[in-house]
Protein backbone atom coordinates (compact mmCIF):
# COMPACT_ATOMS: atom_id res chain seq x y z
CA UNK A 1 0.00 0.00 0.00
CA UNK A 2 2.64 2.46 0.92
CA UNK A 3 4.72 1.37 -1.64
CA UNK A 4 2.35 2.16 -4.08
CA UNK A 5 2.04 5.88 -2.91
CA UNK A 6 5.70 6.34 -3.20
CA UNK A 7 5.53 5.09 -6.67
CA UNK A 8 2.78 7.17 -7.48
CA UNK A 9 4.57 10.41 -6.35
CA UNK A 10 7.64 9.74 -8.39
CA UNK A 11 5.81 9.12 -11.03
CA UNK A 12 3.33 12.47 -10.79
CA UNK A 13 6.66 14.55 -10.19
CA UNK A 14 8.16 12.96 -13.26
CA UNK A 15 4.69 13.55 -15.12
CA UNK A 16 4.24 17.40 -13.77
CA UNK A 17 7.51 18.39 -15.03
CA UNK A 18 7.73 16.96 -18.47
CA UNK A 19 4.23 18.35 -19.40
CA UNK A 20 4.93 21.84 -17.30
CA UNK A 21 8.63 21.65 -19.10
CA UNK A 22 8.69 19.54 -21.64
CA UNK A 23 11.63 18.11 -20.50
CA UNK A 24 12.85 15.84 -17.07
CA UNK A 25 15.48 14.27 -15.61
CA UNK A 26 14.25 12.27 -12.32
CA UNK A 27 16.17 9.53 -10.19
CA UNK A 28 14.12 7.69 -7.59
CA UNK A 29 13.42 4.95 -5.41
CA UNK A 30 11.16 2.95 -8.12
CA UNK A 31 11.82 5.18 -11.73
CA UNK A 32 14.82 7.10 -13.29
CA UNK A 33 14.40 9.09 -16.30
CA UNK A 34 17.17 11.09 -18.22
CA UNK A 35 16.51 13.69 -20.58
CA UNK A 36 12.92 12.94 -21.23
CA UNK A 37 11.05 14.92 -23.41
CA UNK A 38 7.46 15.57 -24.42
CA UNK A 39 6.86 16.01 -28.16
CA UNK A 40 4.07 18.28 -28.16
CA UNK A 41 2.80 20.52 -25.68
CA UNK A 42 0.03 19.92 -24.20
CA UNK A 43 -3.89 21.87 -25.15
CA UNK A 44 -4.73 22.16 -21.49
CA UNK A 45 -1.80 24.27 -19.25
CA UNK A 46 0.37 23.45 -17.89
CA UNK A 47 -1.09 20.12 -17.85
CA UNK A 48 -4.61 18.53 -17.93
CA UNK A 49 -5.47 18.85 -14.12
CA UNK A 50 -5.12 15.54 -11.99
CA UNK A 51 -8.15 14.46 -10.08
CA UNK A 52 -7.04 11.97 -7.24
CA UNK A 53 -8.34 9.91 -4.36
CA UNK A 54 -7.17 8.62 -1.75
CA UNK A 55 -8.01 8.20 2.30
CA UNK A 56 -4.80 7.13 3.86
CA UNK A 57 -2.81 9.11 5.24
CA UNK A 58 0.17 8.73 3.05
CA UNK A 59 -2.66 8.90 -0.32
CA UNK A 60 -3.71 12.47 1.09
CA UNK A 61 0.23 13.93 1.49
CA UNK A 62 0.71 12.66 -1.95
CA UNK A 63 -2.44 14.19 -3.00
CA UNK A 64 -1.93 17.30 -1.40
CA UNK A 65 1.51 17.14 -2.90
CA UNK A 66 0.52 17.07 -6.62
CA UNK A 67 -3.24 16.73 -7.63
CA UNK A 68 -5.77 19.87 -8.17
CA UNK A 69 -8.72 18.12 -7.45
CA UNK A 70 -9.02 15.68 -4.13
CA UNK A 71 -11.83 12.78 -4.36
CA UNK A 72 -13.34 11.85 -1.38
CA UNK A 73 -15.99 9.07 -2.17
CA UNK A 74 -19.52 9.63 -0.42
CA UNK A 75 -19.31 10.03 3.12
CA UNK A 76 -21.80 11.64 5.38
CA UNK A 77 -20.98 15.71 5.57
CA UNK A 78 -19.19 16.11 9.09
CA UNK A 79 -16.63 12.98 7.44
CA UNK A 80 -16.10 14.81 4.19
CA UNK A 81 -16.05 17.99 6.29
CA UNK A 82 -13.12 16.59 8.15
CA UNK A 83 -11.49 15.52 5.30
CA UNK A 84 -11.58 18.60 3.23
CA UNK A 85 -9.96 20.55 6.63
CA UNK A 86 -7.18 17.55 6.69
CA UNK A 87 -5.92 17.64 2.84
CA UNK A 88 -6.28 21.50 3.06
CA UNK A 89 -3.74 21.85 5.95
CA UNK A 90 -1.04 19.33 3.86
CA UNK A 91 -1.30 21.11 0.73
CA UNK A 92 -1.02 24.08 2.56
CA UNK A 93 2.35 22.97 3.92
CA UNK A 94 3.38 22.10 0.63
CA UNK A 95 2.54 25.67 -0.38
CA UNK A 96 -0.33 24.83 -2.74
CA UNK A 97 -4.12 25.33 -2.55
CA UNK A 98 -6.28 22.07 -3.81
CA UNK A 99 -9.91 21.74 -4.79
CA UNK A 100 -12.54 18.91 -3.74
CA UNK A 101 -14.54 16.53 -5.28
CA UNK A 102 -17.38 13.93 -4.43
CA UNK A 103 -17.97 10.55 -6.34
CA UNK A 104 -21.41 9.51 -5.58
CA UNK A 105 -23.94 7.27 -7.45
CA UNK A 106 -27.71 9.15 -7.83
CA UNK A 107 -31.31 7.83 -7.65
CA UNK A 108 -33.22 10.79 -8.44
CA UNK A 109 -37.17 10.55 -9.13
CA UNK A 110 -40.48 12.98 -9.22
CA UNK A 111 -41.09 11.93 -5.74
CA UNK A 112 -39.33 11.51 -2.61
CA UNK A 113 -41.22 7.95 -2.69
CA UNK A 114 -40.35 7.12 -6.23
CA UNK A 115 -36.71 7.41 -5.31
CA UNK A 116 -37.03 5.37 -2.63
CA UNK A 117 -38.46 2.33 -4.07
CA UNK A 118 -35.70 2.73 -6.95
CA UNK A 119 -33.07 2.23 -4.44
CA UNK A 120 -34.47 -0.69 -2.79
CA UNK A 121 -35.43 -2.37 -6.12
CA UNK A 122 -31.73 -2.25 -6.38
CA UNK A 123 -30.94 -4.64 -4.13
CA UNK A 124 -34.15 -6.57 -4.34
CA UNK A 125 -32.73 -10.23 -5.56
CA UNK A 126 -29.33 -9.33 -3.65
CA UNK A 127 -29.42 -11.94 -0.34
CA UNK A 128 -27.45 -12.22 2.59
CA UNK A 129 -25.28 -14.80 0.94
CA UNK A 130 -24.04 -12.79 -1.69
CA UNK A 131 -23.71 -9.50 0.54
CA UNK A 132 -21.39 -12.24 3.32
CA UNK A 133 -19.33 -12.97 0.40
CA UNK A 134 -18.41 -9.79 -1.37
CA UNK A 135 -17.94 -8.04 1.73
CA UNK A 136 -15.58 -11.00 2.47
CA UNK A 137 -13.68 -9.82 -0.73
CA UNK A 138 -13.67 -6.40 0.12
CA UNK A 139 -12.34 -7.17 4.25
CA UNK A 140 -9.40 -8.08 2.47
CA UNK A 141 -8.36 -5.10 0.32
CA UNK A 142 -6.00 -2.54 2.10
CA UNK A 143 -7.87 0.24 0.99
CA UNK A 144 -8.54 2.72 3.56
CA UNK A 145 -11.16 4.40 1.63
CA UNK A 146 -12.88 0.87 0.97
CA UNK A 147 -12.54 0.05 4.65
CA UNK A 148 -14.34 3.53 5.23
CA UNK A 149 -17.29 2.34 2.65
CA UNK A 150 -17.57 -0.63 4.71
CA UNK A 151 -18.00 0.74 8.12
CA UNK A 152 -20.74 3.22 6.82
CA UNK A 153 -23.16 0.03 6.72
CA UNK A 154 -21.12 -2.98 8.29
CA UNK A 155 -22.84 -5.86 5.62
CA UNK A 156 -26.00 -4.81 7.03
CA UNK A 157 -29.27 -3.79 5.42
CA UNK A 158 -30.54 -2.31 8.98
CA UNK A 159 -29.63 0.99 8.32
CA UNK A 160 -28.43 1.80 5.25
CA UNK A 161 -29.91 5.85 5.17
CA UNK A 162 -26.27 6.87 6.91
CA UNK A 163 -27.29 10.52 6.83
CA UNK A 164 -30.71 12.65 5.71
CA UNK A 165 -31.33 10.84 1.87
CA UNK A 166 -27.77 9.68 1.66
CA UNK A 167 -27.57 5.01 1.09
CA UNK A 168 -25.57 3.46 1.50
CA UNK A 169 -27.31 0.24 -0.27
CA UNK A 170 -25.06 0.19 -3.32
CA UNK A 171 -22.21 -0.46 -0.90
CA UNK A 172 -23.37 -3.84 0.34
CA UNK A 173 -22.21 -5.65 -2.78
CA UNK A 174 -19.93 -3.08 -4.91
CA UNK A 175 -15.93 -2.20 -4.17
CA UNK A 176 -15.29 1.52 -4.06
CA UNK A 177 -18.20 4.03 -4.68
CA UNK A 178 -21.12 2.90 -2.66
CA UNK A 179 -23.61 5.67 -1.59
CA UNK A 180 -26.28 7.14 -3.48
CA UNK A 181 -27.98 10.35 -2.76
CA UNK A 182 -31.76 9.29 -2.70
CA UNK A 183 -34.82 11.42 -3.36
CA UNK A 184 -36.52 13.92 -5.12
CA UNK A 185 -34.65 16.34 -7.33
CA UNK A 186 -35.21 19.41 -4.77
CA UNK A 187 -33.89 17.16 -1.93
CA UNK A 188 -30.87 15.48 -4.38
CA UNK A 189 -30.02 19.55 -5.18
CA UNK A 190 -30.10 20.66 -1.39
CA UNK A 191 -27.96 17.43 -0.63
CA UNK A 192 -25.61 18.50 -3.16
CA UNK A 193 -25.77 22.34 -1.88
CA UNK A 194 -24.91 20.92 1.67
CA UNK A 195 -21.73 19.33 0.28
CA UNK A 196 -20.83 22.56 -1.71
CA UNK A 197 -21.08 24.46 1.21
CA UNK A 198 -18.20 22.66 2.62
CA UNK A 199 -15.97 23.30 0.02
CA UNK A 200 -17.12 20.49 -2.81
CA UNK A 201 -16.93 21.52 -6.60
CA UNK A 202 -17.28 19.04 -8.52
CA UNK A 203 -19.74 15.89 -8.17
CA UNK A 204 -18.54 13.26 -10.75
CA UNK A 205 -22.26 10.87 -10.84
CA UNK A 206 -23.66 7.60 -12.03
CA UNK A 207 -26.38 5.90 -11.56
CA UNK A 208 -28.23 2.47 -12.36
CA UNK A 209 -28.83 1.51 -15.35
CA UNK A 210 -26.51 4.21 -16.45
CA UNK A 211 -28.09 5.26 -19.58
CA UNK A 212 -31.75 5.70 -18.30
CA UNK A 213 -29.77 7.44 -15.00
CA UNK A 214 -28.33 9.70 -16.58
CA UNK A 215 -31.18 11.10 -18.64
CA UNK A 216 -33.21 11.02 -15.38
CA UNK A 217 -30.66 13.55 -13.46
CA UNK A 218 -30.38 15.55 -16.44
CA UNK A 219 -34.17 16.33 -16.91
CA UNK A 220 -35.23 16.51 -13.44
CA UNK A 221 -32.18 17.24 -11.23
CA UNK A 222 -30.51 19.99 -13.51
CA UNK A 223 -32.98 21.93 -13.82
CA UNK A 224 -32.40 22.91 -9.47
CA UNK A 225 -28.89 23.12 -9.93
CA UNK A 226 -26.90 26.14 -10.38
CA UNK A 227 -24.76 24.97 -13.34
CA UNK A 228 -22.27 26.71 -15.15
CA UNK A 229 -21.03 26.31 -18.89
CA UNK A 230 -17.32 26.65 -19.25
CA UNK A 231 -16.13 28.12 -22.31
CA UNK A 232 -14.53 24.62 -23.98
CA UNK A 233 -10.85 24.72 -25.19
CA UNK A 234 -10.21 24.74 -28.62
CA UNK A 235 -9.22 20.95 -29.54
CA UNK A 236 -6.44 20.53 -32.41
CA UNK A 237 -6.53 18.13 -34.59
CA UNK A 238 -3.00 15.50 -35.14
CA UNK A 239 -2.73 13.48 -38.27
CA UNK A 240 -0.81 10.02 -37.97
CA UNK A 241 1.63 11.69 -39.75
CA UNK A 242 2.07 14.60 -36.64
CA UNK A 243 1.04 17.77 -38.19
CA UNK A 244 -1.37 20.01 -36.62
CA UNK A 245 -4.59 20.61 -38.47
CA UNK A 246 -6.28 23.95 -37.89
CA UNK A 247 -9.79 23.71 -36.97
CA UNK A 248 -10.67 25.93 -39.91
CA UNK A 249 -9.32 23.55 -42.30
CA UNK A 250 -10.58 20.21 -41.09
CA UNK A 251 -13.92 20.58 -43.00
CA UNK A 252 -11.74 21.28 -46.25
CA UNK A 253 -9.47 18.01 -45.34
CA UNK A 254 -12.44 15.50 -44.51
CA UNK A 255 -13.84 17.02 -48.06
Same mark, same amino acid.
Given at each position: ?135 KI ?26 PN ?17 ? *?????? #?????? &? =? /? ?5 ? $? *?????? #?????? &? =? /? ?5 ? $? ?28
Amino acid at each position: HRERYELTDEFLTIWRNLLENREADFTGKYLNVKGSKLLYPTVQQPYPPLYFGGSSEIGQKVAAKHVDVYLTWGEPPEKVKEKISHVKKLASAQGRTVRFGIRLHVIVRETEKAAWDAANDLIRYVDDELIQASQKIFSRFDSVGQQRMTSLHNGSRDHLEISPNLWAGVGLVRGGAGTALVG *SPEIVA #ERMKEY &A =E /LGIETFI $L *SGYPHL #EEAYRT &A =E /LLFPYLP $LEQPDAPASNIISPFGEIVANDALPKVLK
